[in-house]
């Protein structure tokens, strides 16, 4: 087996092969040191194989952590994941020693709540699962184990709720996961990106850390997709309202929760629609404003030598930047950049007379209504939305706005999240019920 | 397939678009607002047109007084040829989205109107809730002025006229696209305020009475205000006695009115009208609490009644019909010329019978 382990394996120092006599037997044993935890390698196999207090090929016999391995061409990816390879009597057995380096179970950081749970999942998927399983106390939950990815055999898990389950997205799910070609899968994203085909507008997979999120999603009869080595889960089917719902409008008081919520699809009608509507206002159809307004806007725009859609282009590259360098900035030197994006620039940018004073005001109501956003992967996907507005309102004023919005509507509407339509504002999809649970996987 | 229409959506699109799509790109500080227009006959040219526009010089700062207007006027022989006349002596595009007010002057008001209405109808950029008013002694000098104290051009006119500032009983604001309804309906007539010049100041406190082709008769403040209660309810009003040579005023606060025309035994038509207001005190001598209501009421209601039947009488030997009498009378009655020939040989010799009920609701805060 050593010999052949050798072969398969390119020159590794952490590539550990032993082979070991004592009175009895002789055995083989290899893994790759850095992957695994050597204290378990010694406590279950060296220290018993050295004492001979029981026959080394009974102990392997009878523990069911070691898995006898028929394949040899499984035995290379075995060891990868942090197994011990060891051959005794001519069989060859698997016993699981991976130590995974990993976050602490950490603190919720992209999805935040004040009065909900503060833990989020984990990166390892085993704790994860626990965190559920632990919010989720059913019998009812089922897990299915896939390995994606050509090169890096990403492990996922689905889990469902056997009996919320709707058997057609899950039989959707499945074929879906089926169906992928990928090297290398490093984060939920991606598997989103591959799920719902990376040229869709919107996003159709909610991408979560909230182990509550989890639960009541599970508990809705949607599925949960867990990867190893990355701490958010995958959501699926999901419908716009939820993207639009943080965990907190159910935690805190019922008036207000409800005016938040409103206050979020105001929000995002702004970010869309501001930057187009300030062109075609200005530049179309100028006596939609108040007369006072009008005159303001006029006087503080006299001084802008470039037309508005040019003024716009300023304003937004410059709070894109912001916000994209705020974000690769090193933390410690992030606050930077804010200070002097956010004041110094905006102010200097106004008197400068590149932009109008107005301009301003759109471009921060564009900036911060787009992170009410409580989903990360649909505010990201909301931040792009004002762009392919902003070209009919160039070239056709007011006219082009509400054909452009019309033309995202249908597009809203005429998309299907795993087979349950999207755009349903009123009521989240039902749980699907039934006495008996689904049928599993053959 | 998939692409192919892709495509074609590519390029029927913007094509739908570009047919739908109305003036062109022009930024808003390249565009010069009109706040206010006139139009006059001049006095020694009566045929041509005087038009004369008030634009708006914008400013970042809106400050009391800082308000900037230039005045361009130009005569032509048509008004559409006179604006195409001043855009050829301004900087910036005519836009006229935030003209709010236009004026006709006497002259042309009291000469022949349609032409300017139908200028005023017809363009495309005119909005529909402009107000229309009657310039005395013209337009321009109307529009001329300046107001000291305004914060941005146009603001006096606008406020004045609207009902977001002054409110007066005085005032009765017209919008175009009822002015032009009303000049072509059978059976209503448009009635303007009029805008005087006053040293510094717009006084509108008179009522013009028009037909279908001029103006034909002015009220006076006083029939202005009765004309506001009868037909608007307009509430922010007084109604005045004068009981043993003491004036008593009431400020009013609720008002309704509703009228029939009926015919009587001998083929004559009455037309019976009931006024119901109810108001407090502003003026009255002390004691009045003590005093007897209902006599005093009684003298309200005869005083009141006396003042409608002089303003209907007024307005009925003009020859106008501001209030509807006679739409009231073709929506009950028959719908054919018939009904409207008949109303033609009534409305002449029409009596009316006013019947106010006014009451006094309470003293004010003294006695």
Same mark, same amino acid.
């Given at each position: 087996?050593?010999?052949?382990?050798?072969?398969?394996?390119?020159?590794?120092?952490?590539?550990?092969?032993?082979?070991?006599?004592?009175?009895?037997?002789?055995?083989?044993?290899?893994?790759?040191?850095?992957?695994?935890?050597?204290?378990?390698?010694?406590?279950?196999?060296?220290?018993?194989?050295?004492?001979?207090?029981?026959?080394?090929?009974?102990?392997?016999?009878?523990?069911?952590?070691?898995?006898?391995?028929?394949?040899?061409?499984?035995?290379?990816?075995?060891?990868?994941?942090?197994?011990?390879?060891?051959?005794?009597?001519?069989?060859?057995?698997?016993?699981?020693?991976?130590?995974i380096?990993?976050?602490?179970?950490p603190?919720?950081?992209?999805?935040?709540?004040?009065?909900?749970?503060?833990?989020?999942?984990?990166?390892?998927?085993?704790?994860?699962?626990?965190?559920?399983?632990?919010?989720?106390?059913?019998?009812?939950?089922?897990?299915?184990?896939? %390995?994606?990815?050509?090169?890096?055999?990403?492990?996922?898990?689905?889990?469902?709720?056997?009996?919320?389950?709707?058997p057609?997205?899950?039989?959707?799910?499945?074929?879906?996961?089926?169906?992928?070609?990928?090297?290398?899968?490093?984060?939920?994203g991606?598997?989103e990106?591959?799920?719902?085909?990376?040229?869709?507008?919107?996003?159709?997979?909610?991408?979560?850390e909230?182990?509550?999120?989890?639960?009541?999603?599970?508990?809705?009869?949607?599925?949960?997709?867990?990867?190893?080595?990355?701490?958010?889960?995958?959501?699926?089917?999901? %419908?716009?309202?939820?993207?639009?719902?943080?965990?907190?409008?159910?935690?805190?008081?019922?008036?207000?929760?409800r005016?938040?919520?409103?206050?979020?699809?105001?929000?995002?009608?702004?970010?869309?629609?501001?930057?187009?509507?300030?062109?075609?206002?200005?530049?179309?159809?100028?006596?939609?404003?108040?007369?006072?307004?009008?005159?303001?806007?006029?006087?503080?725009?006299s001084?802008?030598?470039?037309p508005?859609?040019?003024?716009?282009?300023?304003?937004?590259?410059?709070?894109?930047?912001l916000?994209?360098?705020?974000?690769?900035?090193p933390?410690?030197?992030?606050?930077?950049?804010?200070?002097?994006g956010?004041?110094?620039?905006?102010?200097?940018?106004?008197?400068?007379?590149?932009?109008?004073?107005?301009?301003i005001?759109?471009?921060?109501?564009?900036?911060?209504?787009?992170?009410v956003?409580?989903?990360?992967?649909?505010?990201?996907?909301?931040?792009?939305?004002?762009?392919?507005?902003?070209?009919?309102?160039?070239?056709?004023?007011?006219?082009?706005? %509400?054909?452009?919005?019309?033309?995202?509507?249908?597009?809203?509407?005429?998309?299907?999240?795993f087979?349950?339509?999207?755009?349903?504002?009123?009521?989240?999809?039902?749980?699907?019920?039934s006495?008996?649970?689904?049928?599993s996987?053959? | 397939?998939?692409?192919?229409? /892709?495509?074609?959506?590519?390029?029927?699109?913007?094509?739908?678009?570009?047919?739908?799509?109305?003036?062109?790109?022009?930024?808003?500080?390249?565009?010069?607002?009109?706040?206010?227009?006139?139009?006059?006959?001049?006095?020694?040219?009566?045929?041509?047109? /005087?038009?004369?526009l008030?634009?708006?010089?914008?400013?970042?700062?809106?400050?009391?007084?800082?308000?900037?207007?230039?005045?361009? #006027?130009?005569?032509?022989?048509? !008004?559409?040829?006179?604006?195409?006349? $001043?855009?050829?002596?301004?900087?910036?595009?005519?836009?006229?989205?935030?003209?709010?007010l236009?004026?006709?002057?006497?002259?042309?008001?009291?000469?022949?109107?349609?032409?300017?209405?139908?200028w005023?109808?017809?363009?495309?950029?005119?909005?529909n809730?402009?107000?229309?008013?009657?310039?005395?002694?013209?337009?321009?000098?109307?529009?001329?002025?300046?107001?000291?104290?305004e914060?941005?051009?146009?603001?006096?006119?606008?406020?004045?006229?609207?009902?977001?500032?002054?409110?007066?009983a005085?005032?009765?604001?017209?919008?175009?696209?009822?002015?032009?309804?009303?000049?072509?309906?059978r059976?209503?007539?448009?009635?303007?305020?009029?805008?005087?010049?006053?040293k510094?100041?717009?006084? !509108? #406190?008179? /009522?013009?009475?028009?037909?279908?082709?001029?103006?034909?008769?002015?009220?006076?403040?006083?029939?202005?205000?009765i004309?506001?209660?009868?037909?608007?309810?307009?509430?922010?009003?007084?109604?005045?006695?004068?009981?043993?040579?003491?004036?008593?005023?009431?400020?009013?606060?609720?008002?309704?009115?509703?009228?029939?025309?009926?015919?009587?035994?001998?083929?004559s038509? $009455?037309?019976?009208?009931? $006024?119901?207001?109810?108001? !407090?005190?502003?003026?009255?001598?002390?004691?009045?609490?003590?005093?007897?209501?209902?006599?005093?009421?009684?003298?309200?209601?005869?005083?009141y009644?006396a003042?409608?039947?002089?303003?209907?009488t007024?307005?009925?030997?003009?020859?106008?019909?501001?209030?509807?009498?006679?739409?009231?009378?073709?929506a009950?009655?028959?719908?054919?010329?018939?009904?409207?020939?008949?109303?033609l040989?009534?409305?002449?010799?029409?009596?009316?019978?006013?019947?106010?009920?006014?009451?006094?609701?309470?003293?004010?805060?003294?006695?």
């Amino acid at each position: 087996m050593l010999n052949r382990i050798t072969t398969l394996f390119a020159e590794a120092k952490d590539l550990n092969t032993y082979r070991m006599s004592n009175k009895e037997m002789v055995i083989e044993i290899a893994y790759i040191s850095s992957l695994c935890d050597e204290s378990k390698v010694s406590d279950f196999i060296l220290v018993p194989f050295q004492k001979e207090l029981q026959p080394f090929d009974d102990i392997v016999e009878r523990n069911p952590q070691f898995q006898i391995i028929q394949d040899p061409a499984m035995w290379a990816s075995i060891i990868l994941r942090g197994f011990v390879l060891l051959s005794v009597k001519g069989r060859i057995y698997a016993l699981d020693t991976a130590r995974i380096i990993r976050n602490e179970t950490p603190a919720t950081q992209v999805e935040t709540a004040i009065l909900g749970p503060q833990l989020a999942l984990s990166e390892d998927m085993v704790d994860s699962i626990n965190i559920i399983r632990s919010r989720y106390p059913s019998p009812e939950l089922a897990m299915e184990e896939k %390995t994606i990815g050509s090169m890096s055999h990403t492990r996922i898990m689905i889990l469902y709720d056997n009996r919320h389950v709707d058997p057609n997205v899950l039989s959707e799910v499945r074929s879906k996961l089926q169906s992928i070609r990928i090297d290398f899968l490093n984060a939920a994203g991606q598997l989103e990106r591959k799920l719902s085909g990376k040229l869709g507008l919107l996003p159709t997979i909610i991408i979560t850390e909230r182990p509550d999120r989890v639960a009541n999603s599970l508990q809705r009869g949607k599925i949960v997709l867990l990867l190893q080595g990355t701490m958010f889960a995958l959501i699926m089917p999901a %419908t716009f309202y939820e993207f639009m719902h943080a965990v907190d409008d159910n935690y805190d008081s019922f008036w207000m929760t409800r005016m938040l919520i409103l206050l979020r699809y105001f929000g995002v009608i702004l970010t869309i629609t501001m930057p187009a509507l300030y062109i075609a206002v200005i530049s179309y159809n100028p006596e939609l404003f108040r007369v006072q307004l009008a005159f303001s806007i006029a006087g503080s725009r006299s001084a802008v030598p470039y037309p508005s859609f040019i003024e716009v282009f300023i304003m937004l590259f410059m709070i894109e930047s912001l916000i994209e360098a705020s974000l690769r900035l090193p933390k410690y030197i992030g606050s930077t950049a804010t200070t002097v994006g956010g004041l110094i620039l905006g102010q200097a940018a106004q008197q400068a007379g590149l932009v109008s004073s107005i301009m301003i005001i759109v471009t921060s109501v564009v900036a911060i209504s787009n992170f009410v956003v409580p989903v990360n992967n649909m505010s990201i996907s909301i931040r792009f939305m004002k762009y392919p507005l902003i070209v009919p309102a160039i070239f056709f004023g007011l006219t082009g706005v %509400t054909v452009g919005i019309f033309a995202l509507l249908c597009y809203m509407t005429h998309l299907r999240s795993f087979g349950k339509p999207y755009f349903r504002i009123f009521g989240p999809i039902k749980a699907y019920t039934s006495d008996i649970g689904q049928v599993s996987e053959e | 397939m998939r692409q192919n229409k /892709l495509i074609q959506l590519a390029i029927v699109l913007p094509i739908l678009l570009a047919t739908l799509s109305g003036c062109g790109f022009k930024d808003i500080d390249k565009r010069f607002f009109v706040v206010a227009a006139g139009i006059d006959r001049p006095v020694n040219n009566p045929n041509r047109y /005087l038009v004369t526009l008030k634009l708006a010089v914008p400013s970042p700062k809106i400050e009391p007084g800082s308000a900037k207007a230039q005045v361009e #006027s130009v005569e032509a022989s048509t !008004i559409a040829e006179a604006v195409r006349l $001043i855009k050829s002596r301004v900087d910036k595009e005519l836009d006229f989205g935030h003209c709010k007010l236009y004026l006709l002057g006497d002259r042309l008001s009291s000469q022949y109107y349609p032409d300017a209405m139908d200028w005023i109808s017809r363009r495309r950029d005119i909005q529909n809730v402009a107000y229309i008013a009657i310039g005395r002694p013209d337009a321009k000098t109307v529009i001329e002025m300046n107001p000291p104290t305004e914060r941005f051009p146009g603001n006096t006119l606008f406020l004045q006229l609207g009902k977001d500032g002054t409110e007066s009983a005085y005032i009765v604001p017209v919008f175009s696209f009822d002015f032009i309804r009303k000049a072509q309906e059978r059976g209503i007539d448009p009635v303007l305020p009029i805008m005087n010049k006053e040293k510094e100041e717009y006084v !509108i #406190s008179k /009522l013009a009475l028009l037909n279908k082709n001029k103006t034909v008769a002015t009220l006076s403040p006083n029939e202005t205000e009765i004309y506001n209660q009868i037909s608007h309810h307009m509430k922010k009003s007084t109604v005045t006695a004068t009981i043993n040579g003491q004036s008593l005023v009431l400020a009013v606060n609720k008002i309704s009115s509703r009228y029939r025309i009926v015919k009587e035994a001998n083929g004559s038509h $009455i037309l019976k009208m009931k $006024i119901y207001i109810s108001g !407090i005190f502003e003026e009255a001598p002390l004691g009045v609490y003590s005093s007897n209501w209902s006599k005093l009421e009684q003298k309200f209601n005869e005083h009141y009644e006396a003042e409608a039947n002089h303003l209907l009488t007024k307005i009925q030997q003009a020859e106008v019909d501001p209030f509807g009498f006679g739409l009231r009378y073709r929506a009950t009655h028959a719908g054919s010329d018939q009904t409207w020939k008949a109303w033609l040989s009534i409305y002449p010799q029409l009596k009316f019978e006013i019947k106010a009920n006014i009451k006094i609701d309470g003293t004010g805060i003294s006695d």
